[in-house]
């Protein structure tokens, strides 16, 4: 099956891949592990429970109401990407740049969000409970 991630600005097609039982997460995890730039890219309501994104440029990206637990986002550029209620319970920030995204509603509970950077992050009724924020920047920097 081919899966295809597209641009939600755009409509351009970022990536597309295709296999047996393919499914989002694969298809990301694939494009991640090419170096495939996916600004902007349109994953909202996308199931990608324990998917390996660690590194990935997502900045933009839409991931309102998407299903991350346990996902892996260490390292990942996520500037201004819009993870409105989006479930995050359990995944991994660790070192991620959270800059200017849109944590309003989403669910983080028990999430890494080890030396993140969150300044001018907007995170209106989201749920932090057990999120760790060891050496996490708030600040500009």
Same mark, same amino acid.
């Given at each position: 099956?081919?899966?295809?991630?597209?641009?939600?600005?755009?409509?351009?097609?970022?990536? =597309?891949?295709?296999? =047996?039982?393919?499914?989002?997460?694969?298809?990301?995890?694939?494009?991640?592990?090419?170096?495939?730039?996916?600004?902007?890219?349109?994953?909202?309501?996308a199931?990608?429970?324990?998917?390996?994104?660690a590194?990935?440029?997502?900045?933009?990206?839409?991931?309102?109401?998407?299903?991350?637990?346990?996902?892996?986002?260490?390292?990942?550029v996520?500037?201004?990407?819009?993870?409105?209620?989006?479930?995050?319970?359990?995944?991994?920030?660790?070192?991620?740049?959270?800059?200017?995204?849109?944590?309003?509603?989403?669910?983080l509970?028990?999430?890494?969000?080890?030396?993140?950077?969150?300044?001018?992050t =907007?995170?209106?009724?989201?749920?932090?409970?057990?999120?760790?924020?060891?050496?996490?920047?708030?600040?500009?920097q």
């Open positions: 099956m081919k899966i295809a991630i597209v641009s939600y600005d755009t409509g351009e097609t970022l990536f =597309e891949y295709e296999e =047996e039982n393919n499914t989002i997460s694969r298809t990301l995890e694939v494009a991640v592990a090419a170096g495939i730039n996916l600004e902007a890219a349109d994953l909202s309501r199931y990608l429970a324990g998917a390996s994104l590194g990935a440029n997502l900045k933009r990206a839409n991931f309102a109401e998407a299903y991350l637990e346990v996902t892996d986002l260490s390292g990942a996520l500037t201004e990407a819009n993870l409105a209620g989006a479930v995050l319970q359990w995944a991994i920030f660790e070192g991620a740049d959270l800059r200017n995204a849109d944590l309003r509603g989403a669910d509970r028990g999430a890494n969000l080890k030396d993140a950077r969150l300044s001018g =907007e995170i209106r009724r989201a749920r932090f409970l057990g999120a760790d924020f060891d050496g996490a920047k708030w600040n500009k």
